[in-house]
């Protein structure tokens, strides 16, 4: 049991990472607490797994430090990621959207295959079911507490690689882990938070979101920081859907966001002509042209929807304008870490070399994947980061 390495969790980054030093030569035991390895991996895009994006860049992700990306994607890149699936399982991408590349079988458990096929072949190791309590420093090296099957066992190594991931999703093998074991090492963390999370609306307004329950729009969300064009989508408690997960990420307890529910269109342009055609059609009619008769039903809370064209004031102009394309939302929560696929924050990346993810206090310590604070898009890039830090720690155990 000589092993290059212990990977605490065989999840995206952890499976990476043993693959990877298989391919060197080397040897690594990975440890993990489910029964079975990549239990995100398995689950994520629905189950197809969008295991990349074509046009990622260090803008898609949000980190304390952007810079610290430019070493690690210049190392293992998108196009790394593709032709790594292309060989070692045949798997072919297929865009789906916005450069979103899921596997063309459209199964997530072909990705995970991958890796066990190279575990296998190369020689790694994988204990399931097995929990690690604890990391502790021991003079050249690290002891590793953890239990399997019931027994509490120990194991020294030089190099521990900590890819346990983040908080999202306890029943997937989420937990305060990594984080905590961060801190015990003296490792500062960036604030943790849920991010891609649906959000909560309740008082006055939570019965109108209800209403709309299932209706979806093309929408553009946007803050002062960020914005996206992707679908909305109501729910009986708030608002879910891409765009909405992706200002998530951007959004901070207490603030508001705007939606324009019509970025295709201006809306006094579409007044405009119906003016110029004689103004005969209501406000509801012309906006039954864009919406479903649910929405625009509901929109009448803030329109005079039933006002003909022809008869509406500057006034009721701006004020359709606005609401249409203004559409203030002041969430009052989000879903929590059980529905978020990501964690943001985690172990500062001021902490790590931008070379080998090792923790520059702690030599032999690495982290990577989810529980450093470099946090993607929703769209393939959390996999491609998780990938790419897989990768850069297997070049150095
Ligand atoms: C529903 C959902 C859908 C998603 N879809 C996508 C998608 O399509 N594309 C995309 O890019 N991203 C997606 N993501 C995000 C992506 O899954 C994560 O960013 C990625 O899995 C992070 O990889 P990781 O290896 O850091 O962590 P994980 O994949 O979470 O792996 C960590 C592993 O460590 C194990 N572990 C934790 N603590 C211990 C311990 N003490 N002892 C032993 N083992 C431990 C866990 O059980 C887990 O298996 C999705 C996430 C969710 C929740």
Redesign the pocket.
Known sequence: MDYDAII?????????CAVQAGLLGKRTLV????DK?????L????G??????LYTTPENFITKNPHFLHTAFSQWTVEDTISFFENFGEIQGQEKTLG?L?PKSNK?KDVVAVFTKLMYDTGQDIWLQ????SVKKQEEGYVVS?VREGNEQQLFCKKVVF????L??AK????D??VRSARQFGLSIVDTAPA?VPLTITGKDATWYASLAGNSVFARVFNDRISFEENILFTHWGLSGPAILQISSYWRAGETFTIDLLPKFRLDELIKSERAAGGKRTVGQMLNDYFTKKMVEALGKYLPIELKIASLSKTDAKCVCDTIHKFIVKPAGDKGYDK???MRGGVSTDELNPRTLEAKKQPGLYF????VDIT?W?????????WA??YLIAQDL
């Open positions: 605490i969790g065989g999840g995206a980054c952890g499976l990476m440890l993990e607490r489910n390895p990549g239990a995100k991996i689950i994520s895009g629905g197809r797994c969008n295991f990349t994006n979103q899921f997530a097995t929990e690690v309590k953890f890819a346990s991931g983040g999202s999703v997937l093998g989420a937990s882990f990594t891609l978020a696929e990501v990577g994947g989810e529980a993607g929703l769209g393939g890039y959390n996999f491609q980061w998780a830090s897989g």
